[in-house]
């Protein structure tokens, strides 16, 4: 806190009409629009801080991390200059800027933070054709609920002027505290650059036995894995993690350097863009592959041979499994979640072990009041998240973390303990189809259509045959959730086609980019025989 203090300034903006954030407050857009709009990214920063109270806002701590995309420096460099001018008293930063979405969330529910700024676009590409995004969570560590998006869009359409001290400048490679004197302020500013796996890290310890995944991949049986962070956030996370905590031997982890551009690659952990991972898999070398998109909060498993395990499937086998983890021993299991588009499979084996299910709609913000309520120990989706109220994001490394500890207990392959399930609960035949880049006006059309040809009463007992099986339409609606917390309805969440044997036909708007629309259609249809699988 050397010379004068830093001055505060208000500059006078417009604003923009489509900074309306989609699903958990985050604002997804391509970088261009971000890079070259005047004032586009202030605008949002300074929403999103207007939508917190004043009087929590002053002096408060907030966390700020990014999953190290291009622009990401850029970004974090204003989202610091206008945390300090709009009078937050700290904040907590990752090493280089890099923090995984849900090390952001352990860190802001350890430090009891007002909430953090999370700059990722999640599993979309990076670099300056890319896409870039804002994500805001709230002081429970998770996505901000509909109503502070609400609040914050509100804020974007009549912004007049932001806050910003733009002669404020940090070090983001410097571990330890940085401090600036401002103009109007009693008490100076602190910037606290942490080491982005730590505090994460011991949270990790205090879950898993982790002796036991070190034998497991360590031992004389020693499993060799194959993990691939796509070059995101996760490197530094699956070095020291797997490798120096948990013995993994150092080639077990591939590209862990975080690139602005990914590499080139689309970091989204599935069969379709993780194929260096997916070919090193079928060779047979590996018994258990994973992989994590570029902020870590998706992921995906792989057996031997290049074994896939679907993310419906995963999730209900987690479930199945809870008991090989001391945390669930400990606290025992109260409830699970999965949005509605999501597999079934998660019902069968809450029948069996007499715990509820929730099932809301698509978007983690949904999970946060059933757990902060003590209904919900586990939640997933059928886009590749998976996580438990340890946090209140979806957690990657946590979901695989969970599977080491079940293959260690169980002493059996990837391929085999998902064939057990199927065994014991019957299989649940799952896919997605997306029908990217509509215009939003199409996709209206099709969806008020397509409500009135299913929801019509003459749907109800028709029949499909595809094939010898005939599929007998049982049961039509538009989905509907009432938050079992507070009572907040939430509608048109999809339209779901059920049968007489509980196959599904689900057709959904997706809201999580908001350039073009998505319609999203999901096939599931349930197998009992054991001849059949």
């Keep these: 806190m050397e010379g004068s203090p830093i001055p505060v300034l208000t500059v006078p903006t417009a604003p923009y009409e489509d900074q309306r954030p989609a699903g958990g407050g985050g604002l997804r857009r391509p970088t261009g629009l971000f890079e070259g709009q005047r004032n586009y990214l202030p605008n949002f920063i300074q929403s999103v801080l207007s939508s917190i109270d004043l009087r929590d806002r002053q002096g408060c701590t907030m966390v700020v991390g990014s999953d190290g995309r291009y622009f990401s420096r850029t970004a974090t460099e204003i989202v610091v200059q206008m945390a300090a001018a709009n009078g ?7 090493q280089n800027g890099i923090l995984s979405t849900p090390a952001v969330s352990c860190i802001i529910r350890k430090i009891k933070a007002a909430g953090g700024i999370i700059l990722t676009a999640s599993h979309c590409p990076g670099g300056p054709g890319g896409e870039f995004g804002v994500k805001f969570n709230v002081a429970n560590g998770g996505p901000a609920p509909d109503v502070v998006s609400d609040k914050i869009y509100q804020i974007s359409k009549t912004i ?37 796996v730590d505090i994460y890290l011991n949270l990790l310890r205090t879950i898993f036995d982790f002796n036991a995944i070190k034998s497991l991949l360590t031992g004389p049986g020693q499993l060799k894995i194959r993990v691939d962070a796509m070059h995101g956030v ?13 013995g993994a031997p ?43 998109d570029a902020d870590g ?34 606290m025992g299991v109260r409830g699970f979640g999965r949005s509605m588009p999501t597999s079934t499979a998660l019902d069968r084996v809450a029948k069996s072990m007499k715990v509820p299910v929730y099932e809301t709609p698509a978007g ?41 500890s079940i293959i260690a207990a169980r002493k059996q392959s990837v391929e085999e303990i998902v064939r057990d399930h199927w065994a014991k609960f019957g299989r649940h035949y799952y896919c997605r189809f997306d ?48 938050d079992p917390v507070d009572g907040t309805v939430t509608k048109k969440q999809g339209l779901r086609i059920i049968f007489s044997d509980a196959s599904r036909l689900i057709f959904r708007l997706s809201s999580s980019s908001g350039v073009r629309a998505t319609i999203r259609l999901y096939a599931e249809s349930y197998e009992r025989d054991p001849s059949g699988i």
């Design 297 to 330: 909060d998706r992921y995906m498993i792989l057996g031997q041979n290049g074994f896939f395990v679907s993310p419906s499937d995963s999730l209900a086998i987690i479930a199945a499994n809870l008991s090989c983890i001391p945390y669930f021993r400990q």
């Design 88 to 94: 937050i008293g700290r904040l907590i930063i990752g």
């Design 234 to 246: 996760m490197g530094p996370y699956v070095r020291k993690v797997l490798c120096d905590e948990l």
């Design 250 to 292: 150092a080639n077990s982890a591939i590209n862990c350097v975080p690139l602005e551009d990914f590499g080139g690659q689309h970091p989204d952990p599935n069969l379709t863009y993780a194929t260096t991972l997916l070919e090193a898999m079928k060779g047979g070398e590996y018994g258990f592959g994973a992989a994590f």
């Design 435 to 482: 029908y990217e880049g509509l215009e939003p006006k199409t996709t209206y059309y099709i969806m008020r259509d397509l409500e009135a040809l299913v929801t019509d009463k003459s749907f109800i007992g028709q029949q499909f045959a595809v094939g010898s099986h005939v599929y007998s339409v049982a049961k039509t609606d538009s989905f509907e959730y009432v």
């Design 364 to 404: 983690w913000r949904f999970f946060s009041n059933l757990m902060d309520s003590g209904r919900c120990s586990l939640c997933g989706e059928e886009s590749f998240g998976t996580g438990s109220d340890h946090l209140r994001e979806k957690d990657g490394l946590w979901a695989v973390l969970v599977w080491l």
């Design 160 to 196: 007049e002027e932001y806050a910003i001290c733009p002669d404020l400048r940090i070090d983001l490679s410097r571990l330890g505290r940085q401090e600036f004197d401002l103009e109007n302020k009693f008490k100076p500013f602190r910037v606290e650059i942490v080491d982005p």
